[in-house]
């Protein structure tokens, strides 16, 4: 069993900042890549952020410049920093984690989602 613990959602105006942070932990060989996906009322679930194993990283688009992805590999944790936040941003962000077992299978695994909301 894999559990993934997200922290650091709320309620922020425009123009702050949050941080989110998904800690991974249970059964898996090792991870081949975390981050952040997020689904807007009415959308459809959208990438984010996400690093891999081995450092590279991938922003949508509408994030760039303006959140930063990291992780703590000792603590199989991966932090958002999410600056400028803009009322287009709210969401409810989801923690995504891809690993592979002891067999070498890849798995992909969910949070259960941290809610966003920029508002003045």
């Known amino acids: 069993q894999v559990q993934l613990v997200e922290s650091g959602g709320g309620v922020v105006q425009p123009g702050g900042s949050l941080r989110l942070s998904c800690a991974a932990s249970?059964?898996?060989?090792?991870?081949?890549?975390m981050g952040w996906y997020r689904q807007a009322p009415g959308k459809e679930r959208e990438l984010v952020a996400v690093?891999?194993?081995?450092?590279?990283?991938n922003y949508a688009d509408s994030v760039k410049g303006r959140f930063s992805i990291s992780r703590a590999n000792a603590k199989n944790t991966v932090y958002l920093q999410m600056n400028s936040l803009k009322p287009e941003d709210t969401a409810v962000y989801y923690c995504?984690?891809?690993?592979?077992?002891?067999?070498?299978?890849?798995?992909?695994?969910w949070g259960q989602g941290t809610l966003v909301t920029v508002s003045s």
């Open positions: 995504y984690l891809k690993v592979l077992d002891a067999l070498w299978r890849y798995h992909e695994h």
């Open positions: 249970g059964s898996f060989f090792s991870i081949n890549a």
């Open positions: 690093i891999s194993s081995g450092d590279n990283i």
